[in-house]
């Protein structure tokens, strides 16, 4: 029977010694979907990813990469495209030589100059790997992962080390990616990354899956009744707690022009907010009531789970 | 596996070792100059009639330990360092590509050395006596033994550890394979140890097949031991992560 889940995993264990890195983790994920993994270091994200790779086999349940069984099925390699945490490429090849060798192992590779051009290292082609920037050498590694036009594509911090300018760009990439028809598996730290560019989440914490859903879903938690806008830095909460009819205290600055208002997000609160702002001539550059930040879910989450 | 992926994968190879300067060191410079060199400075008191004649075969054999131990070696070391044997291992080529794209890397250098190393032997006045194809089988031979050495070493250590040992190990080899200066010209217990190692055993039996002298047979079954022994151990215990 196939299944109709481009990556599917059924009570997966991964044991090092006495220590249980993935334990008992079940997902799926549909074909063209964007999933994050989400989770602190050492939660057993690359475990599951590298298992989903085939690099390294499960001491319990089962994973499906479309349709096949990563450890067995070598043809689920030519439909697979992979990112590294780290490393994986050749330091003295240079990165037009290392992309063309990557388009080589493929049946119908995308033009490797073109490619190269859409991550942005055109300028860079000639330069050996070692000589990259960090951020450079990821986005090559990136490239590397999707030259041979995948059905899925798993991305361990595909991010990390980028600068906003190529974050926004491989986000734009992993969504061209997805709306061609092809899933992608990616871990993250970054909550705005998890938020902004995944259908699904799933959070890990100590080899297991502590929450899994849509971002929205995650964030609209019950108990999640304040209200939280950006605006300049240094506006008088005194003042603003007063004109919300609220206890002093309720108003807090957590970070220079970041505001958490400790109130039930009603639509009254948020008039009063908004004329506040008004007669100060103030704008509201981000405003969020009602909801948690994913980062707020994250690690409240993640703190329930340390044992 | 796709050939076209094994070809690729085999061009990359050769254009990295190429452009790696103290790889070309070890493979051809040293070699050659080391050929050049011996027959020279006549410093070499061997039962030779002309110490070209004794030189040809054992550099033939050096070099072969060069290219299939010491490039071989250090530079799977450090793609195991780097992940990029790891990374190989999830694209179409896989390991088995991999493998086989080395496997001809190694067959082309070796090749190059050869002809380089037999061009400069004639032009310092060696003549062949025959025996070429026979000589030719005995450093394939040599070639499988020492790429499993090779391999064993960049599979197990770490790859600082492995590029040590491996340009130690040339080295001692020099001194202890019968290559610049004939093996009895070790202390006796010293020399009946270096007859154990594969490189004593590929430069006598090369010699002996390119010379009119007595084939060693002893040489020979512990060449074929080397290449028995060093790739199944290499299979065995290699690691494709550091």
Known sequence: ?307 | MMRRAVKAQARTELLLALRRGENVLVMLVIPVGVLVFFSKVDEVPTSFDNPIEFLVPGVLALAVMASAMVSLGISTGFERRYGVLKRLGSTPLARSGLLAAKTATVLVLVSLQIVVITLTGIALGWEADGGVFAAVALLLLGTVAFAGVGMLMAGTLRAEANLALANGLFLVLLFLGGMAYPLDDLPGPIEAFAKLLPAAALSETVRAALTDKTFPVDALVVLVAWAIAAPLAAARFFRWEE
Not at chain 1, 133 to 162: K, W, Y
């Open chain 1, 1 to 307: 029977m196939t299944n109709p889940s481009a990556i599917a995993v059924s009570g997966l264990e991964k044991h090092y010694g006495a220590t249980r890195a993935v334990d008992g983790v079940s997902f799926d994920v549909a074909p063209g979907e964007v999933f994050g993994l989400l989770g602190p270091n050492g939660a057993g994200k690359t475990t599951t990813v590298e298992i989903l790779e085939g690099y390294r086999r499960p001491d319990a349940g089962t994973v499906r990469v479309l349709d096949c069984d990563p450890q067995r099925d070598a043809s689920l390699r030519s439909r697979m495209g992979v990112m590294l945490q780290e490393g994986g490429l050749y330091p003295a090849l240079r990165a037009r030589e290392l992309l063309r060798l990557f388009a080589a192992y493929y049946e119908d590779p995308e033009d490797a100059d073109t490619l190269l051009d859409t991550v942005g290292l055109t300028d860079a082609a000639g330069t050996p790997v070692r000589r990259l920037s960090g951020g450079q050498a990821q986005r090559l590694s990136l490239a590397c992962a999707i030259v041979g036009r995948p059905d899925v594509v798993f991305l361990d911090e595909p991010t990390a080390g980028m600068d906003p300018q190529a974050r926004t760009a491989t986000w734009g990439l992993v969504r061209d990616l997805a709306a061609r028809g092809a899933t992608v598996l990616l871990t993250t730290h970054a909550m705005d990354e998890a938020e902004h560019l995944c259908d699904r989440v799933a959070i890990m914490a100590g080899g297991r899956l502590a929450a899994l859903g849509t971002p929205a879903e995650l964030t609209q938690s019950a108990t999640a009744s304040d209200v939280w806008f950006a605006a300049v830095p240094g506006l008088d909460t005194d003042a603003l707690a007063h004109a919300l009819s609220l206890d002093g205290t309720c108003v807090v600055e957590e970070r220079p022009g970041e505001y958490l208002i400790r109130a039930p997000a009603t639509a009254g609160i948020v008039a009063d907010l908004t004329a506040f702002l008004r007669d100060r001539d103030v704008m509201v550059s981000s405003l969020r009531a009602g909801r948690q930040s994913l980062e707020a879910v994250f690690l409240q989450i993640t703190a329930e789970s340390q044992p």
